[in-house]
């Protein structure tokens, strides 16, 4: 679980270097926009205080609803190269919002001039800390966030397929690898996060059942080895998982060990 929202970042991140934003506002994602707004003013109202907003607040618990409709803002609305940027937007305000439940409080456990690998190693122990500790909020961005980026697949498969060969930049292509490993990470983690007892059955079902959904997309875009180390890891952990979570890791399993390397798989 270490990695798991550090690598869905870093997703985000590598998707915003394969495409501009562009376009106006729709109306979803207006909506979005301001619901993920007024949801950053409350955390930051709260961090003032030394803590953070939560689900059983209304008004929090009414954002959340809003920000975490995958058929309203992902299986709703038609996204294509061309208004991609939507998409990512709304993709980078889920990540945002998860990224401030699952580091909040970091500041506090880095020492002056920390190095690099003490960030890391103390951004790991907090997420550890915070998973649990926020999983009821993290319940409804996380699956969100997972079936946001899944969505950017084929708008961006379409966009990478239309570039000229001389526009496949270095800089794109290592944002695109990129993308994979934070995706295998991720993959890796969520599937790891099966067997914490620390956190609830509700929470592991949701994350896991939106993996299974989005695997095939993320296979898409995976390369052979990927798919293969992803395939191989769930196995490893099928036999002990939950009894309700099987269908789902099976699903992941198949969805990984297609051989077609078609679509962002071939760049």
């Known amino acids: 679980m270490k990695s798991l929202l550090t690598c869905l970042a870093a997703a985000c991140l590598s998707l915003a270097s394969l495409q501009a934003h562009a376009q106006a506002p729709a109306q979803p994602h207006a909506i979005y926009m301001d619901a993920s707004a007024k949801l950053q003013q409350r955390i930051a109202e709260s961090a003032a205080k030394g803590e953070m907003p939560r689900i059983a607040e209304p008004e929090t618990r009414a954002l959340l609803d809003v920000l975490s409709d995958s058929h309203r803002f992902l299986q709703s609305q038609t996204y294509d190269a061309a208004n991609i940027g939507q998409l990512m937007d709304i993709c980078g305000q889920a990540n945002r919002l998860s990224m401030a ?60 397929a239309a570039l000229p060969p001389e526009e496949l930049t270095p800089i794109r292509l290592a944002g695109l690898n990129q993308l994979r490993g934070g995706l295998v990470n991720s ?66 399993i198949k969805a990984m060990s297609d051989p077609d390397c078609t679509g962002l798989c071939a760049y």
């Open 101 to 160: 439940y699952a580091l909040t409080g970091l500041k506090e456990h880095l020492p002056p001039q920390a190095s690099a690998e003490e960030i890391a190693r103390q951004m790991g122990t907090v997420m550890e800390t915070n998973i649990v500790a926020f999983q009821q909020e993290l319940e409804r961005l996380h699956p969100f966030l997972l079936r946001c980026l899944a969505t950017q697949i084929q708008p961006l498969t379409a966009f990478t």
């Open 187 to 252: 993959y890796s983690g969520n599937l790891m996060s099966i067997g914490n007892q620390a956190l609830q059955p509700s929470y592991r079902t949701q994350v896991v059942r939106a993996m299974a959904e989005s695997s095939s997309l993320f296979a898409s875009a995976l390369q052979l080895p990927a798919r293969q180390q992803i395939a191989d890891a769930a196995r490893v952990i099928l036999a002990d998982a939950p009894l309700d979570n099987r269908a789902d890791i099976e699903t992941i």
